[in-house]
């Protein structure tokens, strides 16, 4: 089993959808979790960090489901503009006390006029 | 501020061949992380450094390794290249504050290497 699932997609919704990616990770004693967006051929940007209570930024929201040990980040009034991949993260603590990130394979999403 | 950068941007080698990349970190920020993604995948974990050391590894073979000088900047070094080495090679930095929570990553622009 990976250690990060994601759907790849690609989701391909009209404006003003909402749309919903979820991802699931294997270690219950991950510490942080994160989405990033990643343009074509692009390093991948932070888009929002995930709380167990929830948290959201303009029409996007991050939800964590620590029991079920899943991520979920749902987009609201989809723009041609967030057509990119959205890569799930989930942290891993090295014993020397720092950390690595784990990503996900990333869910495309399109956005379609 | 400057956020983090590499260099080169592209470089394509042949089988066999050794190649180095380099990475600058933003200003203040002590640990450095690199990342392999090959097309169609998320970014994989190589190697974490911190304060000039080593600090966590992935599952890579011997022939990539790792550097962090006294300013912070650090290179990735890959020997006998492969053709299954060719991918898109990411640097992230981060404040690495000391906390028992993991900051948050930057990643620079990446350096695309392809392998023929």
């Known amino acids: 089993r990976k250690e990060v699932e994601q759907d790849p997609g690609p989701f391909n919704v009209p404006e003003g959808a909402t749309v919903a990616f979820n991802c699931t990770y294997s270690?219950?004693?991950?510490?942080?979790f994160f989405w990033y967006r990643q343009d074509c051929r692009k390093e991948p940007k932070l888009l929002m960090s995930?709380?167990?209570s929830g948290n959201e930024d303009g029409r996007f929201t991050a939800q964590l489901n620590r029991a079920s040990q899943y991520i979920s980040l749902l987009i609201r009034d989809s723009k041609l503009s967030d057509s990119a991949t959205y890569l799930c993260?989930?942290?891993?603590?090295?014993?020397?006390?720092?950390?690595?990130?784990?990503f996900g394979t990333g869910t495309r999403l399109k956005v379609l006029a | 501020d400057a956020g983090v950068t590499q260099s080169p941007t592209h470089l394509i080698k042949t089988r066999g061949q050794h190649v180095t990349l380099r990475c600058s970190p933003i200003?203040?920020?002590?640990?450095v992380s690199w990342y392999q993604q090959v097309l169609g995948q998320g970014p994989q974990f190589i190697f974490q450094y911190y304060e000039k050391e080593e600090r966590g590894r992935g599952n890579f073979p011997d022939r990539f390794s790792a550097r962090q000088f006294p300013n912070y900047s650090s290179e990735l070094n890959v020997n006998a290249l492969l053709l299954g080495d060719s991918a898109l090679y990411l640097c992230a930095s981060s404040p690495l504050r000391g906390t028992a929570v993991p900051d948050t990553q930057y990643f620079g622009p990446g350096t695309r290497l392809t392998v023929l």
């Open positions: 200003s203040g920020h002590k640990s």
């Open positions: 993260v989930v942290t891993s603590i090295f014993t020397s006390g720092t950390y690595k990130y784990i």
């Open positions: 270690n219950s004693a991950s510490q942080s």
């Open positions: 995930v709380y167990s």
